[in-house]
């Protein structure tokens, strides 16, 4: 409907802009054009369907994102269209989604952002989503608190097991008990992995109630973490409660890794 009205407008305009010349071929006389009773409100009509149909294709944008499935963004790129509602800006985003279930994909989001929140909407920062249930193209903010923290983790433990984490391993660091372990010995393997680096590892670890066990494990890490995982460091780990000799690492992650986890 948006797109008719846009049409229509642009038609209008056209229309009204374009007849001076045709009154200057026929009779020589722009100006009876012109002056004519219906010029003004011909321009003036197409201006107005322009603008309706910008503010209706927003509003419409908005009310799709009622009833979407939970996702995250990350903004590839942002710019303004030009277009204020109430005197806020609408912003056209381009974005990498994830959302369960899903390979990562592109889309395209056009809504309006209050000035004053503007500068949250950066290239590479995450944005809480919901998608269309029968079109997946078409998302929107989540403005309901439709992406909970529950829908985040479960999404980065389903990128994690895509990057090649064992779901063990998952499920050890969502269920099992976690505890501090000294690092005793590191020893390189080679490469993992989707570019990961595997390590042996030794690790003294410190249970919650102060007794101490030894582990040797195998681990695939990133490379951006490697600086963390250093002979003599402590680290925070999980370890399964039925069988103790199984360790998830609990290792800082920063932003721009999360970028590129979820934007692969």
Do not use: C
Not at 10 to 27: E, K
Not at 84 to 94: G, H
Not at 168 to 177: L, T
Not at 218 to 233: A, F, M, R, W
């Amino acid at each position: 409907m948006s797109r008719f009205f846009r049409v229509i407008g642009m038609l209008l305009i056209f229309g009204a802009g374009f007849s001076p010349f045709v009154a200057q071929w026929l009779w020589n006389d722009p100006f009876m054009v012109m002056q004519s009773w219906w010029f003004k409100p011909m321009i003036f009509s197409g201006i107005g369907l322009v603008v309706i149909s910008a503010i209706f294709g927003t509003s419409l944008g908005q009310r799709r994102i009622k009833s979407g499935l939970p996702a995250v963004g990350v903004i590839q790129s942002i710019q303004q269209t030009g277009t204020y509602i109430n005197e806020q800006p609408e912003v056209r985003m381009m974005l990498k989604v994830s959302r369960q279930g899903r390979d990562t994909y592109d889309a395209e989001l056009r809504t309006i952002v209050p000035l004053t929140s503007l500068s949250q909407f950066q290239p590479g920062a995450f944005i809480p989503l919901v998608v269309s249930e029968k079109d997946e193209r078409k998302v929107g903010l989540d403005q309901h608190g439709t992406v909970s923290q529950e829908h985040m983790q479960q999404l980065l433990n389903e990128k994690m097991m895509q990057q090649g984490i064992a779901p063990e391993m998952v499920d050890i660091a969502r269920n099992g008990e976690k505890a501090m372990a000294k690092i005793l010995d590191v020893t390189p393997l080679g490469s993992g992995n989707n570019g990961n680096i595997k390590l042996q590892l030794k690790l003294s670890i410190t249970k919650p109630s102060g007794e101490t066990f030894e582990v040797i494990t195998q681990k695939e890490v990133l490379p951006s973490t490697l600086s963390q995982i250093q002979q003599g460091y402590v680290i925070n780990v999980f370890y399964s409660k039925e069988d103790p000799s199984k360790v998830a690492l609990a290792l800082q992650v920063q932003e721009e890794q999360l970028n590129n986890l979820f934007s692969s």
